[in-house]
């Protein structure tokens, strides 16, 4: 069962038309990855997904319902939230108090639960719960946006460069729970400038380029296809 659908999406900034036209599922429980060069369309997406960006035309599905334009607090309610790329830690709080401001939609009873179950992804946030968001480690702060995002009990988990300027070690580990949050049964769609590593955890990509999907398939076929690696992704 596709979980999201998108139809002929087209983002426009002014006259520059960011994406062109774009159709692609995500299947529920399944990682999805966007991957392509710089200015490829993949940030302006993901972001028209959570209503931060305004679309131009076509469809967002999800469970159905088209979601385009609607306001992101409203899509987030409905159960799609974004780890956003820069991570927005709020740094004045604690770790943990950053995870209850993720968890602002759902019931209080449920908070205990939730907040165990995002330390049990992050030991390291639950070592550090009282520590002061600021004084986190840049890979740190990546768990804390991914564990307060999954805070709101999302239905699908949207990841903008979970990667980005991470040492990989690091980011082997965050994929790694990646994988097992998708196993927990949540959905995952990933935009990412790290392709290869990003091709080995996703049950499906598609690739980007000037705003097209140039290609699409299985991650374990497309990370062993040279050719297209070496022209969109190299
Ligand atoms: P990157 O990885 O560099 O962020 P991307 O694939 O995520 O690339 P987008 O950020 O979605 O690509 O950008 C797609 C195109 O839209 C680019 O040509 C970019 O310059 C343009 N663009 C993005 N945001 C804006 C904006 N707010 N105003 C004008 N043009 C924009």
Redesign the pocket.
């Known amino acids: 069962m596709n979980i999201i659908e998108i139809k002929d999406l087209v983002i426009d900034?002014?006259i520059?038309r960011?994406v062109k036209g774009v159709n692609l599922n995500v299947k529920k429980g399944t990682i999805v990855a966007l991957l392509?060069s710089?200015?490829?369309?993949?940030?302006?997406?993901i972001r028209s997904v959570s209503g931060a960006t305004k679309v131009k035309s076509g469809e967002i599905l999800f469970n159905g319902v088209d979601i385009k334009n609607i306001e992101p607090y409203k899509i987030a309610g409905m159960g799609v939230k974004q780890s956003p790329e820069g991570r927005m830690i709020l740094n004045g709080l604690t770790v943990e108090e950053n995870l209850l401001v993720g968890a602002y939609t759902v019931p209080k009873k449920r908070i205990p639960e939730l907040l165990q179950s995002v330390y049990t992804y992050f030991p390291r946030l639950q070592e550090r719960r009282k520590q002061q968001a600021s004084t986190l480690s840049g890979g740190e702060q990546q768990m804390l946006s991914i564990g307060r995002a999954l805070m709101g009990e999302p239905e699908v988990l949207l990841l903008d460069e979970p990667s980005l300027g991470l040492a990989p070690l690091i980011v082997k580990d965050i994929f790694e729970i990646i994988i097992k949050i998708r196993d927990a049964g949540k959905t995952i769609l990933i935009?990412e400038?790290n392709a290869l590593q990003t091709l080995k955890i996703a049950d499906y990509a598609y690739i980007?380029e000037l705003?097209k999907i140039v290609s699409e398939g299985k991650g374990q076929d497309l990370v062993k296809d040279e050719s297209l690696i070496n022209a969109y992704l190299g």
């Open positions: 900034y002014g520059v960011a392509g710089n200015g490829a369309g993949k940030t302006s997406l935009v400038q980007l705003g």
